[in-house]
């Protein structure tokens, strides 16, 4: 052969049998088959050998079946992002005249797709209260083919009664899909508590160190593996393997990580509880939370990510200049990383409640908790002065 070809088509071996303790990274679109009469076109490549490289390598298949063992979960799609993971949610149980419902509190970009997106399809989603509980029995048509959860819910930090939502929907028939990011999938027990669908935006926890974007998509049946399957495969959602590898990564360290940001959050947030200049600290684990008593109930933990909200003699302008003077705390979307985060919402506003520009998010690192709170405390301090001069 000429070298040109010997480039392509190699005859060198190197010897099998290589174990080391990291999975290794399949690259690959092209899978080749033995004989032409093994050639498919299946996604359904745990049974089916592998056909494609759209439809996940090893790596990737690695990743699903490990966030499947560890929620329990039938089995786990993993998609380009939390919020790909929500559109496949979206669009395996609602086509066009479908109802569904979304609490208020949904994560924003969710209830975007909702208004947008879905409504075009001619699929009608209605927000509701996240403290509903059973009388979201009330809300269920004929035609509703999906109820969305978020607990807790996003920058409000709502905590949601599941068990009560999945029994008024159970008795209708309408499957629940929740959106357990925040418990990273393992604080709170989804399909122990019979949810029918959970996602994750693994971007957060499981990646865990910001330097990648995944989604994952549980079932908790193999006739949900099939419904939802058939949509994924024919959206086209591959992810890649190098992204499942970091991830792979991220979980080895996953239980350790939240161990510490959990005391961490939780010695940062009382800190601010007792801070004169806040009005209200929202953490699942402190009483001012909504919902606190279910947490209490229903989660084995808490973790990185909470708000509060600055007293009403403090103006959203002054809020302003609190979050700019922070230094620890980087300024920037999305959380679950090593590095502690400051969010503010300007236009933050609920059907009960407008925040006024008041309300901030914190997402916190793996930093020394007395550093942190020395920088707030700077912050608070210096911002003080300015309230009283
Ligand atoms: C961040 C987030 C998402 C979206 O995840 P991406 O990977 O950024 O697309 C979805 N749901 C919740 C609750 C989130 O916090």
Request: aromatic share 8%; glycine share 10%.
């Amino acid at each position: 052969m000429h070298w040109r070809s010997k480039l392509l088509h190699s005859s060198s071996h190197t010897p099998e049998g290589f174990r080391s303790l990291s999975i290794p990274i399949y690259r690959g679109s092209t899978v080749v088959f033995d004989k032409a009469a093994d050639i498919i076109d299946d996604w359904r490549q745990e049974t089916h050998g592998y056909t494609y490289g759209i439809y996940g390598s090893p790596t990737v298949l690695e990743l699903g079946a490990r966030i499947a063992e560890i929620e329990g979960a039938h089995h786990c799609f993993v998609v380009p992002g939390g919020q790909a993971a929500i559109a496949l949610v979206y669009l395996t149980f609602c086509q066009a005249g479908s109802h569904g419902l979304v609490p208020y509190s949904a994560y924003g970009p969710s209830k975007e797709m909702a208004g947008g997106l879905l409504k075009g399809l001619g699929i009608e989603i209605e927000t509701y209260d996240p403290a509903i509980g059973a009388e979201i029995a009330e809300l269920i048509r004929p035609n509703t083919a999906l109820i969305w959860t978020e607990s807790p819910g996003s920058v409000t930090m709502e905590i949601q009664d599941v068990p009560a939502i999945v029994a008024a929907a159970r008795a209708h028939g309408v499957p629940v899909a929740l959106d357990n990011t925040y418990a990273a999938g393992v604080l709170f027990d989804a399909f122990k508590h019979d949810v029918n669908v959970c996602v994750q935006a693994l971007t957060k926890y499981v990646g865990g160190h910001s330097d990648l974007l995944l989604g994952s998509v549980s079932v908790s049946s193999p006739e949900l593996y099939e419904k939802v399957g058939s949509v994924w495969n024919q959206l086209g959602m591959a992810v890649s393997p190098d992204d499942a590898s970091l991830a792979l990564r991220g979980l080895q360290t996953l239980g350790i990580r939240l161990e510490r940001l959990e005391s961490s959050t939780l010695t940062v947030a009382k800190w601010l509880k007792d801070r004169p200049e806040i009005e209200t600290v929202l953490h699942p684990a402190l009483p001012d939370c909504p919902g606190h008593d279910l947490w209490k109930r229903d989660f084995s933990g808490s973790a990185s990510v909470f708000s509060f909200v600055f007293g009403p003699e403090i103006s959203a302008g002054k809020v302003l200049t609190f979050v700019d003077s922070l230094t620890l705390f980087r300024k920037g979307f999305s959380w679950g990383g090593t590095t502690s985060l400051v969010m503010v919402y300007p236009d933050m506003r609920r059907p009960n409640r407008d925040y006024e520009g008041r309300l901030v998010r914190l997402n916190i690192g793996l930093e020394e908790p007395d550093d942190l709170i020395a920088d707030l405390s700077r912050a608070l301090d210096r911002f003080g002065s300015r309230v009283e001069g």
